[in-house]
């Protein structure tokens, strides 16, 4: 998979919710039999070295890491990282489980048709364990918030 073009709303920044975004990835990627994820990250925001520490590795290509690059569009220097599901930074192996466990739970609300994306999410809904009763109608979600 390509983790590109991720961006945290300001507010979210420096928060654990920008964590728990990549946790989750983790989680859904260990859920659904593993991956091996690619993202550029600029340096700028100190997003690479957070990512590095996440689990992040530099990318290597014939045994050679893969050297950083100047993007000239948003004037900044990026790193090529590489990701593997089944092999996040330890320290954060409690909440990647948590996240899992919360993913098992997660309701999927329907509404639209079904030959559109929101049949290919009941699919993964009920691939990572998910039951049918907890797939709800747009009017059943709206009285259950009620």
């Given at each position: 998979m390509e983790l590109?073009?991720?961006?945290?709303?300001?507010?979210?920044?420096?928060?654990?919710?920008?964590?728990?975004?990549?946790l989750?990835?983790?989680?859904?990627?260990?859920v659904?039999g593993?991956?091996?994820?690619l993202?550029?990250?600029?340096?700028?925001?100190?997003?690479?070295?957070?990512?590095?520490?996440?689990?992040?590795?530099p990318?290597?290509?014939?045994?050679?890491?893969?050297?950083?690059?100047?993007?000239?569009?948003?004037?900044?220097?990026?790193?090529?990282l590489?990701?593997?599901?089944e092999?996040?930074n330890q320290r954060?192996?409690?909440?990647i489980?948590?996240?899992?466990?919360?993913?098992y739970?997660?309701p999927?609300?329907?509404?639209?048709?079904?030959n559109?994306?929101?049949s290919?999410?009941?699919?993964?809904?009920?691939?990572i364990?998910?039951?049918?009763?907890?797939?709800?109608q747009p009017?059943?979600?709206?009285?259950a918030?009620r």
């Amino acid at each position: 998979m390509e983790l590109g073009g991720w961006a945290v709303c300001e507010s979210l920044r420096c928060t654990t919710e920008a964590i728990r975004t990549l946790l989750t990835v983790y989680a859904l990627s260990q859920v659904r039999g593993g991956a091996v994820g690619l993202s550029s990250a600029t340096t700028r925001h100190h997003s690479s070295s957070i990512l590095r520490r996440m689990g992040g590795r530099p990318l290597r290509a014939n045994g050679v890491e893969v050297a950083s690059y100047y993007d000239a569009q948003y004037a900044c220097e990026m790193e090529l990282l590489s990701f593997d599901s089944e092999s996040p930074n330890q320290r954060y192996s409690g909440w990647i489980s948590d996240c899992r466990e919360v993913l098992y739970h997660v309701p999927v609300v329907l509404g639209a048709p079904t030959n559109t994306c929101a049949s290919d999410l009941l699919r993964l809904h009920v691939a990572i364990g998910g039951h049918s009763e907890r797939v709800m109608q747009p009017a059943e979600l709206a009285e259950a918030e009620r």
